[in-house]
Each structure stands twice: as C-alpha cells, then as structure tokens.
C-alpha cells in the first residue's frame, strides 16, 4: 500500500498515535437560515491561506428556514479534495440530528458541541469538546440581532484554537468577507477571540489532528463553478443575458448580475454593454436569447434540468433555424422535481438529443474551475462559428461548491464572430442564400437584422425550408437541409475541446468520466494504482466526440464509464457513437445525490476486476 | 371637418420620400383564404410604412404560429422575418430589440397566440413595455387547425368539430390595459382607414403599442350572430373617435369648436389627433378606459379607436440603461474587458 491509501485506511481505523497533519473532513452540522455561512467560509478561507488544499461543499435542503445543512471541508495535503463518505471532525450545532450526525466520525474521530447538549454513550472513541457558547455570547453582549451568527462564531474561535488554525488567517477572511466594513469584522473577531481563549484555558487537547501552514495554494483562487461560468460568460463578452430563478442556476445568473456592472459597464456615460431580464418563465429565458442571437448578440441563460425540459421546443426551433445561443445547465436529480438541491449529471442524453425530429446538440461539459470559466467564453466561439446553441453542462457540486483553481488565463484567441455577411459583402456578391452550404463544412452564411442592404433580409422559421429560407415542403429540399445540418455536426467535431487524457505505462484498463467527478476518479485511481491496479484515464469535455475519444477506446481492452445518473448515458452515447467497440465498455454508475467518493469509484472498479490486476 | 392632415394618399406608383415604391413595401402572394381579415391589415401594413417612408431594413417582422403568424411574409419582403414558435413571438421579439434597439419590430400574433397559449409572455411584454408594434389579429377561432375555440371565442359559439363554447371570452385590450400597457387600440379589418392611422401612431409610440384588430375568419367563423364576423363588425362597429396621426412640424391650423378635437403629444414630437364623434371619450383615462370595454362588452357592440394613450413608462431599453449605440454594434474592446481587468478581478477569489 502506497501513503495516500494507508493513510486513510490508518485515519479510518483510528489506530495511528501519531499527529495527523492537515488531512481530514471537517463537518459542520447546522440548521438552514441559522446563519452559520459566514463562519463556515472565515474557516475554509482561513485553511487555504495558509496553503493547504481544500474543498468546501455545502449540502443543503430544499428549504429556507430549520431543515439539516452540512457544510464540509475537506482538507488534504495531498491535493485530494473530492468528498469523503466519514468524517474526521464534526461541529454539531443541529440537536435534531446530533445522534445521527455522530455515526459518521471515523473512529477516534473529533466532536465539537454546544455544551447544552447530551452526548450519547454510543461513542466512548469520540474526543468530545464542550463549548459554551450561550455564555460566551451572553458575556460578549453582542447586538441582539446579531446573536444567531455570533453563536456560529463561537465554534470558528474554538476550532481555531484546538487545531491551530491561525488567528491572523480567520481575521483577513473576515476582513475578506465583510469587504473591510470594520465594525462587522470587530464585532465577529471578539467573539472568535473571546472563544479561542476560553478554549486555550479550559480544554486540553486530546485529539490527533492538526493544521500546520503549507505552501500549496500560493497564487491559487477558491470560488465555485457558477462565478467561474459568470465571468467566463462576461469575458466572452455577452450582451444579453435571460433566465428564470431555479436551483442550482440561479447563482450563475445572479453572478452575473452583480459582476457585469463592475466590469462592463460604458465608462463616458455608466451605460450598461449588456441588458440582463429575468424572465416569467424557461420558454421566454430561451425565446428571448434566441431573439437576440439571431439579431447578432452573444446571448445566453443559465437553468437546471426542469428548464431544460421547458426549452426543448425552442432548442430543436434554434438547432433547425440555426442560431446560435448559450445555455448552462447546471444539473441536478432528476426526473422531475427530482431532489433539487442535490448534484447529478442526469441530463447528458436528454440534452443530446433535445428537441423533437432529428436534432444534434452540441455539449461541453466543464471538470473543474478553470473551464466554467474557459468555456464561458469558449461557447460564444464555437456557437457563432457553428450557428448553433451550444449547451454548458456543469452540475450542482461543481457550480454551487467551492474549489481551488489556478488563476484564469486571458481568452487566447480573438472573439469568432463566425461567418456573417455585411452590407459591403452582399455588394460584392450575385445572390445571397441564407441556408446555402457554400464552403462545404455545413456552416451557411448568415445577415443581421438591420444590415443595410436589399439582399440582406430572410424570413426565418422553423418549418420545412429551401436554401433561401422561404417555405418548402418539397422532400429534396428537407433532405437535403437535414443531411447539410448532418454534415456540420461533423464539422463541429473539429470544433470541440479535446479530452484529457492521463496514461500510464503499462495499463490495459481504462476509466472515462466527465465533469465533476474529476478529484473523486484522481484520489482513486492514486488508490488503485498503489495496490497494483493500472489504469488510463479520459476526461470528455465536449460532445460531439473527438477523434482522440475513439483511439482511446480502441487501444484499451475494457473501459469502464464512470458517471453520476442511474441509466449510464455517456455509456450509451459511446455506445452509439462506437457499436463495434460497445461490448468493451462497463457502465459505472452512482446516483444518490452526493457527489462521487474515491471510495466508490475505487471499490466498484476493484469488485469487477476481481483478481484481473489490470490484465 | 375632416383634415386628413396625416393622411397624405401617396399614389403607388409614386415613390416615397425614400424613393421607394408601394411595391418595395410588398411581400410575396398571399396563401391565406380570399377575403380573410389579415390579408386587409397586411395591406394597411404596406400602405403605412410606405407613406411613413419606413426604410423596410430597419424594421423586423415577428410571428408566432397559425395563420395570422403566417402574414408577415405577404408584406415587406425586404424587412427580415421571424416566425418563431406558438404563443413566443413577445419573447424573441424581446431579445432582438433590445440588442439592437435601432430596429423596430412589428409583431403579428393571433388571438390563439397571444390569449390562449402566449397570455403570459403577453402581459411579461406589455408590463416590461418592450418597444414594438403588437397587432393581435382577432378572429376568435383557431384557423390554421381547422376550426377549434381560442380564449376569445364568443361564448355559445358553435363550431363543427368541437361543439358549442361554454366560456366567456378574455378582452385582449383589458388584459392590456391591466398589465399596465401604454397603448391600447381596437379596430376592425374592415375600416382599413383606422387601422392604417393606428399603425402609424403605433410606429411612432416608444413602447409596447397594443392593436387588437377584429379580423373574421371567412372559413371558419364568419357567421352573423358571431361577434368576429364581417356583417357583426360593420353592424355593430362603434368609433370612438376619428383618430389621425400628425408628423412633427405638419402644424394644421384649423379652427376647431372648444371640446371638439384632443391632441396628444408624443415623445418624438408628432401628435395623434382626436376628433370627437358622437360620445365624450378621454383616451387618456385608463379607467374610463376599462370601463367603457366593460360596457360594450354589456351592449354587445364593437368599440374601436385609441383606447389608451400614455407614453409616461420608459420603454425596456431606457429602463436597461443601455449604450446607445445598438449592442450588435459594440467592438470588441467594449464587449470582451481586458486582461487587466481579470487579473485585478480575480484577486478577490483568494
């Protein structure tokens, strides 16, 4: 066994005596809307200033006010930040699921815990800290408005204090936080202060896990994918944003809203370069988007699956009528209403096809911060290029979650604006066909509204057309439409962001996967690797496929497809894509509404390779 | 008296103050039936844009789906089209406008589209005063599928397929009106003369200019005791005013007795006129306005005119506070920030 597999077997087991260094999950059980956000972010943000990696993921309810939330930090030097299934440390706040909340500590695992509440005798291997943090609120006399998030400060003080999380740290997230308003970080600091004292006075530390400073995340950012998407999508210079509120969209939306007046606004008048609409519903987010990128703006929305389904008209209308636009979806369970706040990539096949007829849509699904923010921008080009929607798919975990990421590097190429003709271009040529494949690639030319040419107008519409966009109903003509859309679905291959593709010598077993599994299937495979098991690994990023998707497939003997919905609908779309190579693929699936763990990935790996060893 | 002050008859063959001919304001044949309503207002369409001396590149023509939907394309051929999807036509339209507010959009809608499955996007546009023309061709009945009731059919209308309506029928001008429209008129296919005045008002209205037009459909609700029929509007048909539209520095100087005539004033300078008929009605009244919808509902007569007038809400693009320039238009500096600007930007994700 290699370092990162024992040591979670040896943190599991709770055998170790030594310290453990910056590598646990720390939970916080809270009640939703008790105010405790403020807290949980001075924590996390005080762990990644001082260089350890992380992750933050929030699990909440569909609810506002008095149901379960958790947020967790994973803390691992090793970079792992995937979510794990125990924890090492928990702050219980929430009585109701106490009890329960304790079940999940690993062995000689830690409990911080508001000293009012009865600790059960079912875990004498627990290290239990009593805080008082009635008294220290009440001796504190903080405004009473203020008390709910004064009593969440309490633990930020105390968990400092018994880690060793430095104080330093928790008052520039603080001063981050409160955006230097002074009395905030004051009133929040005398209660940390106040906590870590009584800490350092009355409790002796008995547990084994410690914070110490590292240099990891130097130059890093930490931010969620839905403000990675947002900037992104400003950068890629957006001019029309339409969306209706839903879960977990919403906050990529609301980013945008409140950072595309910092950042693109005229500077002479304070005008605005973008209009932004929340609309009454999905069909008007997507109508009007579709109204603005056929006029020749960068539009786009962002929705969860339930949008998507009250898109799919007007995604099949976009896909035949050519237009390009941008729709994030950011996933959640399915079907229906499904769990609503929990993550999944159950809309991969959906979208694929959506629309009704033959309609191909075109997918990038973004793995990590850093493409949110890439693909932002990216989708602009390649819908303009192709005169097509191009669909984002990012999903709950990676869009609503905290992660660590490099910085974002600047667009690398100037804005495709694709192939569009002005006034001087209609001057210059005999006659002008908006649906005429000219250049052989399926890519026709289009006009804008208002170009100032007699030549230039057509009529658009989503029923049966000729290559001048006036109505048909001929069989040739809709033939020879569809087979030209089919001939530039070939060329948007071109178009795509490849894979990712990590090898290793030697493996003849691979693993593919997407999105936000990513940190999850990494941690396995550093797990699998060290007992033997050698495994490539392919990320898809984009559907249409690649090329380097179908080598990849053919050089490997059994390719397991690693996903987040029950039915495995990237599997089915290799399938599709690949017939002869079908019997080679293995669907994997995890469902359940939590992100994927390195556990599951790595023992349902090892269930079907049995005694294989990667052979 | 009748000054005819913004009725200039332009000839067809004489080209307009752009040079253009009615003929360049013309679309392709029409393929709806002989004698049907839209084919009257696709006319007075042409007619009133050519005599505006409307360049037909500035304007965008927006549909949603049936046989209204369908008329855009048997007028300005050189306007670009959009024949979008049942009941969407408000959203596109919104979209388009407001990323190039330098074109004016007239959007063609039926009484299916716009009341039955497009009422929410209806009163979205109206209440958010999206700057276009929305013309509801009103014949109460669905003529593209052969004959089924909208939510403006008469109730007690019998047709054969789908029986007899036990429901009463939505007012699109109420509905307008209670949304908060700007600009709410009803007229009638067979007064091409009205609707012609109301287009051009309409054109010259900066937000969301409402016209509900009673247009029959001959095939499939054009009987008598219809209240969309040709003999039931020309019966029953009641102006409330003679309306013209006056262009900006066209000053008519004639005497008028005191009450007689009401000019209103609109933000680009040019006037509607109102001449009084037989009843004292105040266009700018919004509940004399709802209330006399109610009482000829009562009386069972068809209203017409300029129901309601009032340009005091700023149409969406002023309320977005948008670049002038149209935002098709930016350069790519204006669109895309710099990378200054993403590395100070990001400084505050650490």
């Known amino acids: 066994m290699n370092t990162k597999a024992a040591e979670n077997e040896v943190q599991a087991t709770g055998a170790g005596q030594g310290k453990i260094i910056n590598d646990f999950s720390m939970v916080v059980a809270t009640v939703n809307g008790s105010g405790s956000q403020t807290s949980n972010l001075a924590l996390i943000r005080a762990l990644f200033r001082m260089g350890i990696p992380v992750s933050g993921k929030n699990m909440f309810p569909s609810n506002i006010q008095g149901m379960p939330t958790y947020f967790t930090v994973r803390a691992n030097k090793d970079g792992f930040t995937a979510r794990r299934e125990k924890m090492e440390i928990l702050i219980g706040m929430n009585p109701e699921t106490f009890d329960e909340d304790l079940t999940n500590l690993v062995e000689g695992g830690v409990c911080f815990y508001p000293d009012q509440f009865q600790i059960p005798e079912t875990r004498d291997d627990v290290v239990f800290y009593p805080m008082p943090v009635q008294q220290i609120v009440k001796e504190q006399n903080p405004p009473r408005v203020l008390q709910n998030y004064m009593r969440n400060m309490v633990y930020v003080g105390v968990v400092s204090e018994l880690l060793g999380i430095e104080m330093g740290e928790i008052r520039r997230a603080l001063e981050s936080h409160f955006k230097g308003r002074e009395k905030s970080i004051e009133l929040n600091m005398q209660i940390v202060e106040a906590s870590a004292l009584w800490a350092r006075e009355n409790l002796v530390k008995e547990d084994k896990y410690i914070v110490e400073r590292d240099n990891q995340t130097e130059g890093m950012i930490m931010l969620d994918g839905n403000t990675a998407g947002a900037l992104g999508t400003i950068f890629g210079g957006v001019s029309f944003v339409a969306w209706y509120p839903i879960t977990p969209g919403s906050s990529l939306a609301e980013a945008l809203q409140s950072n595309l007046p910092r950042l693109r606004k005229d500077e002479e008048t304070s005008k605005q370069t973008y209009a932004i609409i929340q609309t009454e519903d999905e069909l008007a987010a997507i109508g009007m988007i579709i109204g603005a990128g056929w006029a020749g703006a960068r539009a786009m929305t962002s929705t969860s699956g339930p949008g998507v389904s009250l898109m799919a008209e007007f995604a099949g209308f976009a896909y035949f009528t050519e237009i390009p636009i941008v729709i994030w979806d950011v996933q959640r369970m399915g079907p229906s209403t499904g769990l609503p706040t929990r993550t999944s990539q159950g809309d991969i096949l959906f979208t694929r096809f959506l629309g009704h007829g033959d309609t191909q849509q075109i997918m990038l699904i973004p793995g990590n911060i850093e493409e949110c923010f890439e693909f932002g921008w990216r989708s602009f080009d390649i819908a303009e290029r192709l005169q097509a929607p191009v669909f984002v798919l990012s999903d709950l975990d990676l869009g609503m979650n905290l992660w660590m990421s490099k910085p974002f590097e600047y667009p690398d190429q100037p804005m495709d604006r694709g192939k569009v003709l002005t006034a001087e271009d209609l001057e210059k040529i005999e006659e002008y066909a908006r649906y005429r494949d000219v250049d052989g690639d399926g890519i026709p030319y289009r006009t804008l509204p208002g170009t100032d040419h007699p030549k230039a107008a057509y009529f658009l519409r989503g029923s049966g057309h000729n290559e001048q966009a006036f109505y048909s109903e001929r069989p040739e003509v809709y033939s020879a439409n569809m087979d030209r859309l089919a001939r530039k679905y070939e060329t948007a291959r071109e178009h795509m962001p490849k894979p990712v593709i990590e090898e290793n010598e030697g493996a003849a077993i691979a693993l593919i996967a997407y999105g936000s599994t990513d940190p999850a299937i990494k941690e396995a495979l550093s797990r699998l690797a060290a007992q033997g098991t050698k495994i490539d690994y392919l990320r898809i990023r984009a559907v249409p496929f690649t090329d380097e998707i179908h080598d990849f497939i053919r050089k490997h003997d059994r390719i397991y497809v690693v996903e987040m919905n029950t039915n495995g609908q990237m599997h089915m779309l290799l399938r599709l894509e690949m017939p002869d190579q079908a019997t080679k693929l293995i669907s994997l699936t995890h469902n359940n509404g939590l992100p994927m763990s390195a556990r599951w990935v790595t023992e349902a790996v090892l269930v079907l390779e049995g005694g294989n060893n990667g052979h | ?350």
Not at chain 2, 47 to 62: H, V
Not at chain 2, 236 to 245: Q, S
Not at chain 2, 261 to 268: F, G
Not at chain 2, 289 to 297: N, Q, R, V, Y
Request: hydrophobic share 35%; glycine share 8%.
């Open chain 2, 1 to 350: 008296m009748d000054t005819k002050a913004g009725d200039k008859q332009a000839k067809p063959n004489i080209p307009n103050e752009l040079g253009l001919t009615k003929s360049d304001y013309r679309g392709r044949p029409s393929t709806l039936c002989q004698g049907c309503g839209h084919n009257s207002i696709s006319s007075q369409i042409i007619a009133a844009f050519y005599e505006l001396s409307i360049p037909p590149e500035r304007i965008i023509k927006m549909s949603g789906i049936g046989c209204s939907s369908k008329s855009p394309a048997y007028f300005l051929s050189r306007s670009f089209g959009f024949n979008s999807l049942h009941g969407r036509m408000p959203t596109v339209t919104t979209g388009a406008v407001m990323v190039n507010h330098s074109l004016k959009a007239i959007g063609l809608s039926g009484d299916g589209d716009t009341a039955s499955i497009g009422l929410s996007h209806f009163k979205n546009i109206v209440r958010r005063n999206v700057p276009m023309i929305y013309i509801i061709e009103n014949n109460g009945v669905y003529g593209l599928t052969k004959g089924q009731f909208s939510a403006t059919s008469d109730k007690g209308l019998e047709l054969k397929n789908v029986g007899v309506n036990p429901f009463m029928p939505i007012d699109i001008c109420m509905e307008a009106l209670v949304a908060g429209a700007g600009f709410v008129a009803r007229s009638f296919a067979g007064d091409p003369r009205q609707v012609t005045e109301l287009l051009k008002a309409a054109f010259h209205f900066q937000g969301t200019a409402v016209l509900d037009i009673v247009s029959p459909c001959v095939t499939f609700n054009n009987r008598d005791e219809s209240s969309q029929s040709y003999r039931w509007g020309r019966a029953r048909k009641e102006p409330l005013h003679d309306i013209t539209w006056v262009p900006k520095r066209k000053e008519i100087h004639v005497e008028f007795e005191p009450g007689e005539v009401l000019d209103v004033d609109m933000h680009d300078g040019s006037q509607i006129r109102f001449k009084k008929l037989e009843r004292d009605y105040n266009p700018t009244d919004r509940i004399s306005a709802m209330k006399m919808l109610e009482d000829s509902c009562c009386r069972g007569i068809l209203v017409t005119g300029l129901i309601y007038i009032n340009e005091e809400t700023p149409p969406l693009d002023e309320i977005e506070n948008l670049v002038d320039l149209p935002l098709t238009q930016l350069s790519v500096d204006a669109l895309r920030p710099s990378k200054e600007k993403l590395d100070t930007f990001i400084e505050r994700y650490r």
